[in-house]
């Protein structure tokens, strides 16, 4: 077959589980979740772990790299790669076409090109050294040290200092060469008209607050897990969080919300045509389409 891998890739809220539990049950393979945050068990909701959108004419599809390390963990772009192509060697090994699907552009990239990725360890004396530092003094030393290509890394304190230590890391230290499998994917990419992307992003994020948003961000802050920690997994967790310390109105958290995932969708289509100007080639779907029509078009490409 001219592929090894089915990648299914979108922004938030365009409904690219459901697709890729569809294709991979009829090829009878598992979904690799390409997701920065699926990977935490108790945060389901805010980080749209459709659960039921497994679930294929009444069979589970298996799915990989969902709920394997608890919230509070820092869950890394090494880690990631790393588990995928273990998981990946495994379902080629049995003869199966893998399913990657999700968000977040960097790991997505990190297994199309086979990203060479250092794991750097905690230096505990320059996170100290690092503790007295104003955040403008961090962001300094931080482009001092590397092009600052987006805002991520000095969103917190704390990704600041990882970031900070990575780099240093980096300085003094020759990445391996470790032999990854080369990767031919078919890339799918599903995508809304914009305003109506905007609708679904505001109507789903309406229908997660009904359904236990809250009350979810609320026990995980009630299970000990620090409210820096959450708000360091960004979006959901950081705004909820911050409405419950009481830093915002329950208005005041929907609306700043609503907006940074609008943002969020936007930076995540912004990644993906780089992507595609970089020569990955993206077979866009409108979002649309009837599923089985989605389907059609997924396997007339791959044949």
């Given at each position: 077959m001219q592929y090894n891998l089915i990648t299914v890739l979108g922004?938030?809220?365009?409904?690219?589980?459901k697709l890729s539990a569809n294709?991979?049950?009829r090829l009878g393979t598992g979904v690799i979740s390409a997701d920065s945050r699926?990977?935490?068990r108790g945060m389901d909701i805010g980080t749209g772990k459709d659960f039921a959108d497994y679930i294929v004419g009444g069979k589970l599809v298996p799915y990989y790299l969902i709920d394997i390390c608890s919230a509070g963990e820092k869950y890394n772009l090494f880690e990631f790669q790393k588990d995928f192509f273990m998981i990946f060697n495994e379902l080629i090994a049995k003869g199966e076409l893998p399913v990657l699907c999700g968000g977040s552009g960097l790991y997505i990239e990190a297994v199309l090109k086979a990203y060479r990725i250092l794991s750097v360890p905690l230096n505990e004396i320059l996170r100290n050294e690092l503790s007295f530092k104003s955040g403008e003094e961090l962001i300094s030393?931080?482009?001092?040290?590397?092009?600052l290509?987006?805002?991520t890394d000095t969103n917190t304190r704390k990704r600041l200092i990882r970031a900070i230590e990575i780099a240093k890391y980096q300085e003094g230290h020759v990445l391996k060469n470790n032999v990854l499998p080369e990767i031919k994917s078919l890339i799918i990419g599903v995508a809304f008209e914009r305003s109506e992307q905007k609708e679904r992003i505001t109507m789903r994020l309406k229908e997660r607050l009904e359904n236990g948003l809250i009350e979810e961000v609320k026990s995980l802050l009630e299970k000990g897990i620090a409210s820096e920690d959450l708000i360091y997994y960004g979006l959901e967790y950081k705004y909820i969080t911050q409405y419950l310390t009481g830093q915002y109105t329950f208005d005041e958290m929907f609306n700043h919300l609503n907006i940074a995932i609008h943002q969020f969708s936007k930076r995540q289509m912004t990644w993906f045509r780089k992507m595609e100007r970089e020569g990955f080639p993206i077979n866009w779907i409108e979002g649309t389409m009837p599923l089985e029509q989605k389907i059609k078009s997924v396997f007339d490409l791959l044949n």
């Open positions: 922004p938030t809220a365009s409904g690219k589980t294709i991979a049950s699926q990977v935490y030393i931080l482009s001092s040290l590397q092009k290509h987006n805002t």
